[in-house]
T-cell receptor, first 113, second 114 residues
Framework: GDSVTQMEGPVTLSEEAFLTINCTYT??????LFWYVQYPGEGLQLLLK?????DKGSNKGFEATYRKETTSFHLEKGSVQVSDSAVYFC????????????FGQGTELSVKP | EAGVAQSPRYKIIEKRQSVAFWCNPI?????LYWYQQILGQGPKLLIQ????????DSQLPKDRFSAERLKGVDSTLKIQPAKLEDSAVYLC????????????FGEGSRLTVL
């Protein structure tokens, strides 16, 4: 079945460091890909998405590119801030299955001043 | 615009007891989802409704879990009897085509089974 694999956390970085969180997926057809973020004490929020190969999603300085050849959707940010500390979830929505999401296990990011 | 509302936020019960969670989606959202998030894991879909009909309940443990959305608006998820492994956060989400199908999540209901 369809699945998502993320790099394990926790990831600890200093402020202004470069961030990469790896995400790979297995799916039939052409899924849409997402990154969701969960800040402490809050619900899941959509961070960015890409719906077809080579699309780049971006938001709040974060970027991810849909790479079909490597079945990847890695999350990157050039300079992280303390306020980016959260749990990040990669997810896919299988093609033509009503919009449901299949999530990876999540990666906790901690940014130190 | 009000977000997805869930209650209760926290619930502690003993095994073999029953529990119910309530979700009120964003107004006008036709699709409603219940997810289970066990500590350290990503959310797993339990059931998906389109209006008051079930679209996908393939991962719902039907011997103990049930869910309904009778009027196509709010929804209730019930667990009876609860097991220790049901300890998790139960997330409700809703979506609509008007928002491009984006899922909006509630803050979740945290269940602890002792």
């Amino acid at each position: 079945g369809d699945s998502v694999t993320q790099m394990e956390g926790p990831v600890t970085l200093s402020e202004e460091a470069f961030l990469t969180i790896n995400c790979t997926y297995t799916a039939t057809g052409y899924p849409s890909l997402f990154w969701y973020v969960q800040y402490p004490g809050e619900g899941l929020q959509l961070l960015l998405k890409a719906t077809k190969a080579d699309d780049k999603g971006s938001n709040k300085g974060f970027e991810a590119t849909y790479r079909k050849e490597t079945t990847s959707f890695h999350l990157e940010k050039g300079s992280v801030q303390v306020s980016d500390s959260a749990v990040y979830f990669c997810a896919l929505s299988p093609y033509n299955q009503g919009g449901k999401l299949i999530f990876g296990q999540g990666t906790e990011l901690s940014v130190k001043p | 615009e009000a977000g997805v509302a869930q209650s209760p936020r926290y619930k502690i019960i003993e095994k073999r007891q029953s529990v119910a969670f309530w979700c009120n989606p964003i107004s006008g959202h036709a699709t409603l989802y219940w997810y289970q998030q066990i500590l350290g894991q990503g959310p797993k879909l339990l059931i998906q409704f389109q209006n008051n009909g079930v679209v996908d309940d393939s991962q719902l443990p039907k011997d103990r879990f049930s869910a309904e959305r009778l009027k196509g608006v709010d929804s209730t998820l019930k667990i009876q009897p609860a097991k220790l492994e049901d300890s998790a956060v139960y997330l409700c989400a809703s979506s609509s085509l008007q928002h491009g199908g984006e899922l909006f999540f509630g803050e979740g209901s945290r269940l602890t089974v002792l």
